[in-house]
């Protein structure tokens, strides 16, 4: 069983608009991490201090840092076609969604899954459904939060919890349809995108 956990840290909270600060993607491979795409991101703008209190990400510590757009092409190469998943799946989706379409850049081609979602059916009555509530509940071993590969750890470990509960064990992966069901939405993955090739200008 393979997936790709991933999560992401921010300017605000508007796709489009606001911008990524940090990306964190984990591959799992039969219950293990089998690689880490991490990275921060210079967005082009000061932080805001609202985010800055959120991710504890300054100005200072994104100088000379890469630009979204030289790391989607990789993130899309590190994802491949494997599932993939993230914490209020919504958020995140959003965010890379609007950059891939922005910078033209072929997209990961993996059925996305929202742990959160999934997490409300599985672990019914909990007080919320923030990844930390999840964390703590299942004793899942955690050091901070509201950081992209962190987070996405985290993620994958709940992830990975779920199938458990679901299956018996983590190392049987459900079918996908049912995976889907229990997100309560229908099936999501990231647009088809395919880069036109750019026009030379000519002079004349």
Do not use: W
Not at 32 to 58: K, Q
Not at 121 to 126: A, H, I, M, N, S
Not at 139 to 150: K, P, S, T, V
Not at 158 to 178: D, Y
């Amino acid at each position: 069983m393979r997936f790709v956990a991933f999560d992401l840290e921010t300017t605000g909270t508007l796709p489009g608009v606001d911008r990524i600060v940090e990306i964190g993607a984990v591959r799992f491979v039969n219950g293990e991490v089998e690689a880490v795409f991490s990275t921060l991101v210079d967005p082009l703008m000061s932080i805001p201090a609202g985010a800055s209190r959120v991710n504890g990400i300054t100005d200072d510590m994104i100088v000379g840092k890469p630009k979204v757009e030289t790391l989607l092409g990789p993130l899309a190469e590190f994802c491949g076609d494997d599932m993939l998943v993230a914490h209020n799946a919504p958020f995140d989706f959003g965010f890379l969604t609007a950059d891939y379409k922005r910078h033209d850049i072929r997209t990961p081609r993996g059925l996305v899954l929202c742990s959160y979602a999934m997490a409300k059916k599985v672990y019914p009555g909990l007080a919320n459904y923030k990844l930390g509530t999840l964390v703590q509940h299942l004793q899942i071993d955690a050091a901070g939060f509201h950081r992209a590969e962190a987070d996405a750890t985290y993620c994958a470990k709940l992830f990975l919890k779920m199938v458990e509960r679901i299956t018996g064990s983590h190392l049987n992966f459900p079918p996908v349809a049912n995976l889907v069901a229990l997100t309560g939405k229908l099936e999501c993955r990231f647009p088809t995108i395919e880069p036109q090739p750019k026009q030379l200008s000519m002079l004349f």
